[in-house]
């Protein structure tokens, strides 16, 4: 198995944050805002402090263009969702029994398509070996 560091802890703001700048791909505090501070009835000031945390959580990373700084995601929706269950996996010492358990419990949400897609996934890693 891969290590990583431990994923931070994220508050629900900075994954409405994280979720529109992967969908934007990237973004200044301004469009952030627009996206996500209006929408919850935020200031700026709270989306531009949310975006600096993730930023030193080394989720974003961003790049000065004129005066004001452009953020991108640092990691995958993916990566990150996948390095936060292999943290609570960790967390609980859990044994390949546990694990397997869990992951079949958290299945009983998706839909069809997702079920399939799943299969297909693993099918495709046991040929892979």
Aim: positive net charge; charged residues 25%.
């Amino acid at each position: 198995m891969t290590t990583h560091p431990p994923s931070p802890l994220l508050g629900e703001l900075e994954v409405q944050v994280l979720e529109s700048l992967w969908q934007c791909r990237e973004a200044s505090v301004k469009v952030v805002f627009e996206h996500v501070g209006l929408v919850r009835g935020v200031s700026r000031n709270t989306i531009q402090s949310t975006l600096d945390r993730l930023y030193r959580k080394a989720l974003l990373s961003r790049s000065k263009q004129g005066r004001e700084f452009i953020y991108k995601p640092a990691i995958s929706r993916e990566t990150l969702m996948a390095n936060l269950i292999n943290d609570v996996f960790g967390r609980f010492n859990s044994d390949s029994q546990s694990s397997v358990a869990a992951i079949l419990h958290a299945t009983e949400t998706l839909d069809e398509p997702s079920l399939d897609a799943l299969e297909l996934e693993i099918k495709r890693r046991k040929a892979k070996g």
